[in-house]
């Protein structure tokens, strides 16, 4: 397991796994402790959470490589210009990666699938798809898990552009 030296922001963190993880492989075969993660991110006080604070706030090309890092898309280019654009999904979406393992396992590997609305093209939502090959039942059950430990909580500051459930498979 690799151990991520302690930074006191994410774009640190960022720019230490891109240049240690060059290629996609190396990105899909990285470990790592969802504790340790948390950590590592913790901010100072740096909030992104209000929409009308989004031109105040950019994220990083070295952010936007932890959402390579951590999660999957397909589409990863409209998924990062949405994150560039949503400041406030991007934390939580790194906010996510430990609470997602401690409920699901660290083997899981969120999906993001960005969303439109066909006769609104410009309203989009970002999903992260959580991977259980458990069935459904145990699935929905550790999805309440996770709303009830972290996301209830936390979904007042996605301003509805992030939504978690699972992919059953």
């Not at 100072?44 to 390579?68: H, K, M, N, T, Y």
């Not at 970002?126 to 430990?149: H, K, M, W, Y």
Request: glycine share 4%; aromatic share 8%.
């Amino acid at each position: 397991m690799i151990q991520l030296p302690v930074y006191t922001s994410s774009s640190t963190v960022a720019s230490w796994t891109s240049s240690h993880l060059r290629t996609r492989e190396h990105r899909r075969s990285f470990r790592f402790d969802a504790t340790q993660l948390a950590s590592t991110i913790s901010r100072e006080p740096v909030f992104r959470s209000e929409p009308s604070s989004a031109a105040l706030c950019v994220v990083s090309e070295g952010e936007l490589a932890l959402i390579d890092l951590f999660f999957d898309s397909a589409d990863l280019v409209d998924t990062r210009r949405y994150v560039q654009g949503h400041p406030w999904v991007f934390e939580l979406l790194i906010e996510s990666v430990a609470h997602v393992s401690r409920v699901f396992g660290p083997q899981s590997r969120v999906t993001l699938e960005l969303v439109s609305d066909p006769s609104a093209p410009a309203d989009e939502e970002l999903f992260a798809l959580i991977p259980c090959s458990l069935g459904g039942q145990v699935g929905r059950e550790l999805l309440r898990n996770l709303d009830t430990s972290w996301w209830l909580n936390a979904s007042t500051r996605s301003h509805n552009d992030l939504i978690f459930d699972i992919k059953l498979g």
